[in-house]
């Protein structure tokens, strides 16, 4: 059981370049979430899916985009990089948002560097 | 809106003295309050949490919380701090009255806790 894991742990692009983050949850979790972290900021919520085919906008969606075309796996794109993008990507899953459910389990992280 | 607020930047403690972590939160409705932690290049683990019953939450590593609703907190405390707890602390909230994007979790935005021997 491995729990959230995350591809790649760390990478570096160009202004302009395009990448895709990929996160694998392996505990049957309805519930993805991507994050970005940044200093002195906290973790702000890019993007989530309730569930396989489905996504939604979080509090800071702008350059990124995503898809969940399997119930394990959430995909996080960036279609054009930029410097402002530069930041620690955290992947989380859990079972739903309601009550004793929904404590989620984070990914180790992607370090992105945009150069 | 909903919103989240750890007041101090870093904690400094001594081994061995007891540690407090605080917290403070707004929401409209009922809160869901969390407790994670993160060392040093890793992902964010899961302390603790409250969603209802008794105030006092005992959590993972011999933490605990205790959840004021007059005075709207949730501060992390441990009798007894170690070196290894030294370590990002995160607090986050969610309003049990919405659903959709707004019944998100909202993190506030860390607590650094520094254990000195």
């Known amino acids: 059981n491995a729990g959230v894991t995350q591809t790649p742990k760390f990478r570096v692009l160009k202004t302009g370049q395009s990448m895709t983050l990929l996160c694998a949850q392996d505990?049957?979790?309805?519930?993805m979430y991507w994050y970005r972290q940044d200093p002195g900021m906290g973790l702000r919520l890019i993007h989530y899916?309730?569930?396989?085919?489905?996504?939604a906008k979080g509090e800071v969606p702008d350059g990124y985009n995503v898809s969940r075309l399997k119930k394990q796996n959430f995909l996080l794109g960036l279609e054009s990089a930029a410097p402002s993008q530069t930041s620690v990507y955290f992947c989380?899953?859990?079972?739903?948002?309601?009550?004793?459910?929904?404590?989620?389990?984070f990914g180790p992280g992607t370090r992105l560097l945009v150069l | 809106a909903q919103s989240v607020a750890q007041p101090e930047d870093q904690v400094n403690v001594a081994e061995g003295n007891p540690l407090t972590v605080k917290c403070t939160y707004s929401?409209?409705?009922?809160?869901?309050l969390f407790w994670y932690v993160q060392y040093p290049n890793r992902g964010l683990q899961f302390l603790l949490k409250?969603?209802?019953?008794?105030?006092l939450v005992k959590g993972s590593y011999g933490f605990e919380a205790e959840f004021n609703k007059s005075q709207t907190s949730f501060h992390l405390k441990k009798p007894s701090a170690l070196v290894s707890d030294s370590a990002l602390y995160f607090c986050?909230?969610?309003?049990?009255?919405?659903?959709?994007?707004?019944?998100?979790?909202?993190f506030g935005k860390g607590t650094k806790l520094s254990v000195k021997p």
């Open positions: 989380a899953s859990s079972r739903r948002t309601s009550g004793e459910q929904e404590t989620q389990y």
């Open positions: 505990m049957n979790h309805e519930y």
């Open positions: 899916s309730v569930g396989e085919g489905t996504t």
């Open positions: 929401v409209s409705g009922n809160p869901y």
């Open positions: 409250y969603i209802t019953g008794d105030n």
């Open positions: 986050a909230v969610r309003d049990s009255n919405y659903g959709g994007s707004q019944g998100n979790l909202i």
